[in-house]
């Protein structure tokens, strides 16, 4: 993906910086593993061709974070003072960025220089799962290989390490996971005797009577470069999915694709559904306090209503995800989440995997991370934390959970960003006038085309 949360995708500006730090803190996809075991232990996948270096047990490792997860890395440092670490700090694959990639294509040519372990997006898992050039190793170790036990892989949400599997192995855990819910102003919807939808039809519906009764008051918005991984992605349409790994089906007329847009664009054309983005400049100030419903990230709760649209608190509540009038299981999409990746060549794998495993899954570190985490344990304490719940209107543990292990594993990672095709074609096109559903055919032959340039067979059915 996503990509996280999720925390990950996953418009250039100011908007896209501002967003780009929100993701990057849901980040904004993804595994771990109980590294601390001895590596002998866990379940090694059979046909697996991982060849670890000779490991020298002590010696130093290289890790490379973002600035966002600096503290939890020095966190480990101090509390861990035996392992020998040099911290690095990069962008961690954020907004689409190659860095990682270029310089672990120039490490492979020279033979030394990879770090041992690495913060990323989940779109650098797709190449890290593979050789850089012919004869190279890939450069994630494949976690599932004496690494990291099963028991741990087990215990992250259900599909949140789906973007870390690639030919029947797992390259990465995953640090958080940005679920997809429904966010809505519960003082506003309590005053005006509006209840909370549950269906995609009441969803609608609900629009329309806020628009009609409350003019200028919203229940969502299309115009942030992610929105589509809210609305389609949990809508179950099949933009980016691969049905094999080098095959990418991206069918945006299945019926799913196009109810999912017909709907939309009946908000839009009500004028409930704003095709500005939420983090576009001047919102937060001009409608940030008339947004009465969203449907977005776990991160939207801390970073769009408390930090950017300053909402104050006791106001915003959380519902679990929508599901469509007759189908009764219920899937959401995933607005970011960041990885852990461990490399192949690091010659000391059980302290990279120790590290790796205790960010992603100890309650020490995520119970105060900045958005939620995969594993499903460490969930659970970031939950019972104050900070991350105390501003709510409600109790937001049940549709937080419920939504994390609904995140629909048809809307794959690829070697590409998803966003670059809605933000090129489909938000200009939104800006002019033009309506979803005729934007359909364009948005799709923009991802085939970008699918094709990374070498992928794609089918359109």
């Not at 990323?120 to 170790?141: I, N, R």
């Not at 995800?321 to 960041?338: A, F």
């Amino acid at each position: 993906m996503r990509s996280s949360g999720s925390p990950r995708a996953r418009r250039r500006g100011m908007a896209l910086r501002t967003a780009a730090v929100a993701l990057s803190l849901a980040t904004a996809a993804v595994l771990a593993g109980c590294a601390s075991a001895d590596t002998s232990t866990g379940s090694s996948s059979s046909g697996s061709a991982f060849k670890p270096v000779t490991q020298k047990d002590g010696s130093q490792i290289t890790v490379w974070a973002d600035s966002t997860r600096l503290p939890s890395v020095q966190a480990y440092q101090k509390s861990h003072p035996d392992v020998k670490m040099k911290i690095v700090t990069y962008d961690g694959g954020a907004d689409g960025s190659t860095y990682l990639q270029s310089k672990v294509q120039l490490f492979d040519r020279t033979g030394s220089g990879w770090p041992d372990v690495v913060f990323g997006s989940p779109t650098d898992v797709t190449w890290a799962s593979e050789p850089t050039k012919p004869g190279a190793q890939p450069f994630a170790a494949p976690l599932d290989d004496k690494l990291v036990p099963q028991s741990t892989l087990d215990g992250f949400a259900k599909g949140s390490l789906a973007p870390c599997q690639f030919n029947g192995h797992t390259y990465c855990v995953r640090n958080d996971i940005a679920q997809v819910v429904l966010w809505y102003n519960k003082s506003l919807m309590d005053k005006w005797g509006y209840q909370v939808p549950t269906t995609w039809e009441q969803y609608a519906a609900l629009g329309k009577q806020v628009a009609k009764d409350h003019p200028g008051y919203l229940v969502g918005s299309v115009g942030d470069t992610n929105s589509h991984e809210s609305y389609f992605w949990a809508g179950q349409c099949p933009a980016f999915n691969l049905v094999k790994p080098d095959v990418l089906r991206t069918a945006l007329q299945d019926p799913k694709c196009v109810r999912t847009a017909t709907l939309l664009d009946d908000l839009i054309s009500a004028k409930a559904v704003t095709t500005k983005g939420f983090f576009s400049q001047g919102f937060a100030k001009d409608s940030g306090s008339k947004v009465l419903m969203a449907y977005g990230p776990s991160w939207y709760g801390q970073y769009l209503f408390k930090a950017a649209f300053k909402t104050p608190a006791k106001q915003i509540a959380v519902a679990s995800p929508l599901t469509w009038q007759g189908e009764t299981t219920p899937s959401t999409g995933n607005v970011g989440g960041g990885v852990w990746m461990v490399s192949s060549h690091s010659a000391n794998l059980k302290a990279s995997t120790d590290l790796a495993t205790w960010l992603t899954t100890s309650n020490e570190n995520q119970a105060s991370a900045p958005t939620y985490p995969a594993y499903t344990k460490a969930a659970e304490a970031w939950l019972a934390n104050p900070a991350n719940s105390d501003y709510f209107a409600n109790d937001v543990s049940k549709p937080f959970q419920e939504a994390a292990d609904e995140v629909w594993t048809g809307w794959s990672n690829t070697k590409f960003s998803d966003a670059t095709a809605w933000s090129s074609v489909v938000l200009p096109a939104l800006t002019s006038g033009k309506s979803l559903t005729s934007t359909l055919p364009a948005w799709q032959q923009e991802i085939s085309n970008q699918a094709k340039a990374q070498g992928y067979q794609v089918v359109n059915e």
